[in-house]
C-alpha cells in the first residue's frame, strides 16, 4: 500500500440553501461544496462554477467587502454588524491563506476599487475545471467582479450576473470559507521511490 492509498483524505463538505430571484416570488437553490479534487463548488440554480481554494477565499472576501461598502452607502455609517463582518475577512484569512500554495500570477487575484456604492472587485480566474475542453489551458479563463448593486451584492461570472441579498451573499461567503478552509486543512504527502 503507497502512502497515497492510505493517507487520502475523505473529507467532504456540502452546505444548500434556498435563495430568491430578486424582485420576484421564485426561489433556488444555492450549494457550496468541497469536492475530492481539492476544488470548491458553488451550484446556483444550474450555474456551476468551480474556484480553487485561494479563489474561493478570494470571492467571500470580496463579498462581504461588498455588503460593507452596500451597508455605509445605505445607512452612511459602519454598524456594529458590518465591523464585525469586515472583521471576519482578517480571520478566515488566518486560518486559510498560510495552508495554500501560492497562485499562479494573475489567476486569483480581485483588485479592489472605489468606495461605498461604487465599489467593485474585478479580476480574471484561471477555471480550475471548465466545462469546454481547451486545447490550450491557459484560455479556461473568466473574468469575475464582485459589487453593490442597488440595495443587493451582484456577483459576475463573464456575462452571467447573480443579484444576491446580503444575508444570502453573507451565506455563501461563510459556505465558500469553509470549503475553503477544508481544502487548506487537507494533508498533502509525498510519495517516496
Aim: negative net charge; proline residues 5%.
Amino acid at each position: 500500500m503507497t502512502n497515497s492509498q492510505c493517507c487520502n483524505s475523505t473529507a467532504s463538505f456540502i452546505a444548500t440553501s434556498t435563495f430568491e430571484f430578486l424582485d420576484t416570488a421564485e426561489t433556488y437553490s444555492a450549494s457550496v461544496s468541497f469536492r475530492s479534487t481539492g476544488l470548491v463548488e458553488a451550484l446556483l440554480h444550474d450555474f456551476r462554477v468551480a474556484f480553487t481554494p485561494y479563489q474561493a477565499h478570494q470571492v467571500a472576501a470580496c463579498l462581504i467587502q461588498a455588503i460593507g461598502h452596500l451597508g455605509v452607502s445605505l445607512t452612511n455609517s459602519y454598524e456594529r454588524k458590518t465591523l464585525n463582518l469586515l472583521d471576519s475577512i482578517g480571520q478566515w484569512t488566518q486560518l486559510i491563506l498560510p495552508n495554500l500554495p501560492a497562485p499562479e500570477a494573475g489567476t486569483a487575484e480581485l483588485r479592489h476599487q472605489g468606495f461605498g456604492p461604487a465599489f467593485v472587485a474585478s479580476g480574471v480566474f484561471r477555471d480550475p475545471a471548465p466545462q469546454v475542453a481547451f486545447e490550450d489551458e491557459s484560455q479556461a479563463i473568466y473574468d469575475i467582479s464582485v459589487m453593490p448593486h442597488k440595495d443587493a451584492i451582484m456577483l459576475k461570472f463573464g456575462w452571467v450576473g447573480w443579484i444576491f441579498t446580503p444575508n444570502e451573499a453573507e451565506w455563501l461567503a461563510d459556505q465558500l470559507w469553509t470549503a475553503a478552509l477544508l481544502a487548506a486543512k487537507q494533508p498533502v504527502y509525498s510519495i517516496s521511490t
